[in-house]
């Protein structure tokens, strides 16, 4: 079964700092990958994705994430934060196999930006 | 950018009514999942519907769960008897075809049951 592992509960940032969300995942192949947005009352809106091909992968926002095969991990960067960063973000793992296949969500961090 | 809607955006319920929550997907795509995230815990898989049977289910959607397409545009969840354990926020996605096509997801509606 998948599943997949975000360590921070909670992580503050001054605006203009970079960032990096850790997310690790367990999949029995290489998985398709992804990471999700979610701002207060909204709905869950996709950064990036990963299914295959160049391991770094840019997103909308500035958000960028790496695929570590070795260290089972797809880790959601960005060199500079905005104070609109400020939002919960949660990591996804999908299989392969078929079409139309569940997501498997992380716990979520929630990103604070600090002025 | 086509997006997935949902209706209505907050739903308050007596214990034990039926509710029906509803969703109309990306039009050209295929697939159409619910997924609910009670609050403060994470996003949950509960149903993936596709050409009009159920793909996949979790163990949350027990009996007193259905889905239903009932035309070509809207596809709706139906709780049957609600509990007070059923409060959360329930979200609509769609995806394409292809199992590398991503999910769309809809604001949402939170689910209060009293």
């Known amino acids: 079964a998948q599943s997949v592992t975000q360590p921070d509960i909670h992580i503050t940032v001054s605006e203009g700092a970079s960032l990096e969300l850790r997310c690790n995942y367990s999949?029995?192949?290489?998985?398709?990958l992804f990471w999700y947005v979610q701002s207060p009352g909204q709905g869950l809106q996709l950064l990036l994705k990963y299914f295959s091909g160049d391991t770094l992968v840019q997103g909308i926002k500035g958000f960028e994430a790496e695929f570590k095969r070795s260290q089972s991990s797809f880790n959601l960067r960005k060199p500079s934060v905005h104070w609109s960063d400020a939002a919960e973000y949660f990591c996804a793992v999908g299989a392969r196999e078929t079409s139309g296949s569940r997501l498997t969500f992380g716990e979520g961090t929630q990103l604070t930006v600090n002025p | 950018e086509p997006e997935v809607t949902q209706t209505p955006s907050h739903q308050v319920t007596q214990m034990g009514q039926e509710v029906i929550l509803r969703c109309v997907p990306i039009s050209n795509h295929l697939y159409f999942y619910w997924y609910r995230q009670i609050l403060g815990q994470k996003v949950e898989f509960l149903v993936s519907f596709y050409n009009n049977e159920i793909s996949e289910k979790s163990e949350i959607f027990d009996d007193q769960f259905s889905v239903e397409r009932p035309d070509g545009s809207n596809f709706t969840l139906k709780i049957r008897s609600t509990k007070l354990e059923d409060s959360a926020m329930y979200f609509c996605?769609?995806?394409?075809?292809?199992?590398?096509?991503?999910?769309?997801f809809g604001n949402g509606t939170r689910l209060t049951v009293t």
């Open positions: 999949y029995g192949a290489t998985p398709y």
């Open positions: 996605a769609s995806s394409g075809q292809g199992a590398n096509s991503p999910l769309h």
